[in-house]
């Protein structure tokens, strides 16, 4: 009976994150509010950037913290201290990315660097200094995983000898997102080369998450880990929507689906970890 408590407040907080999500798309949905409350919701705060922003920006700030926080509390272990520290990490790429994407985007345009889409063409590819920074989110996450999912996993082997499921995740996943992302572009060229290396982090990432699940489902860890590797996931799902509205040359809004997704990883990787300072 003691134990209902926990249980009955676990879904109510899971239960009042998706109400804010499903309440923050609608508010930024211009057809399902009134025009009034609209504009109070995507009105300019400051140098050009409206609420519906900051509010999005806010979650990786505090998903760092988190972060930062859990790998302070892991201070006798130096694996598990550098695991969270590199997923702290990771949102600091993700902020500081999104503080050069919306002030090009709304405030002044930043020094881009400006390459030919081909030899013959007159259409070029730009590369924004957010684009760079965002490239340090991937490797850092991915590394959070492996450092942890390698950890629990009793078949302690290298990475070649592990199993046949193992190596499909590992391998086998990030190879099919590239496929589709190379499949959504037609063509090869630099602009279709450069973003598969975020759909590639982003699946790379992905298997993680599902090797992850494999090896945590069984463990003491396994409440604050799920809530991990499904705000993780999220992650990965929101990045596929994002890549898809760019691979057809549509610009990102903060309305767009992806940010949904996101929002939706801040709130449950930032419980998550919470649940994970009770534990540790």
């Known amino acids: 009976m003691q134990e209902s408590h926990p249980r009955s407040r676990h879904w109510l907080v899971l239960g009042l ?10 508010s930024i949905n211009a057809q399902l509010v009134s025009p009034t409350l609209w504009e109070i919701i995507i009105i300019p705060v400051g140098n050009g950037y409206d609420l519906a922003t900051l509010m999005y920006m806010s979650g990786s700030v505090i998903t760092a913290f988190a972060s930062f926080v859990v790998a302070k509390k ?40 400006s390459i ?27 590394l959070h995983l492996y450092l942890n999912t390698n950890w629990f ?21 990030p190879t099919i ?9 037609g063509a090869i060229n630099f602009e279709s ?3 598969s290396l975020n759909a590639v982090g982003a699946s790379v990432t992905l298997g993680l998450v599902f090797w992850g699940a494999r090896v945590f489902k069984a463990s003491a860890l396994a409440p604050a880990w799920t809530l991990l590797l499904v705000g993780i996931f999220l992650s990965t799902v929101g990045d596929y929507l994002y890549y898809q509205v760019e691979s057809f040359n549509e610009n990102y809004q903060i309305y767009s689906l992806s940010t949904t997704f996101y929002l939706l990883m801040y709130m449950i990787l930032t419980y998550g970890l919470y649940k994970h300072t009770k534990i540790v």
């Not at 889409?117 to 730009?126: Q, R, V």
């Not at 996993?153 to 996943?173: A, P």
């Not at 997102?177 to 572009?185: E, S």
């Open 74 to 113: 892991y201070r006798g272990s130096a694996m598990f201290t550098k695991a969270y520290f590199c997923l702290g990490l990771a949102f600091c790429f993700w902020f500081i990315g999104d503080v050069l994407f919306f002030y090009d985007d709304y405030v002044e345009p930043l020094p881009n660097i």
């Open 153 to 173: 996993e009793k078949n302690k082997l290298k990475i070649m000898k592990k199993s046949s499921t193992t190596k499909f995740l590992l391998f086998g996943v």
């Open 17 to 26: 994150i998706f109400a804010a999500i499903v309440g923050f798309q609608i």
């Open 116 to 142: 030919p889409k081909t030899l013959d063409s007159a259409d070029s590819f730009i590369l924004k200094p957010a684009d760079f920074v965002y490239l340090g989110l991937y490797p850092n996450m991915a």
């Open 177 to 185: 997102g590239a496929i589709i992302y190379f499949h959504q572009y």
């Open 193 to 195: 080369g450069f973003g």
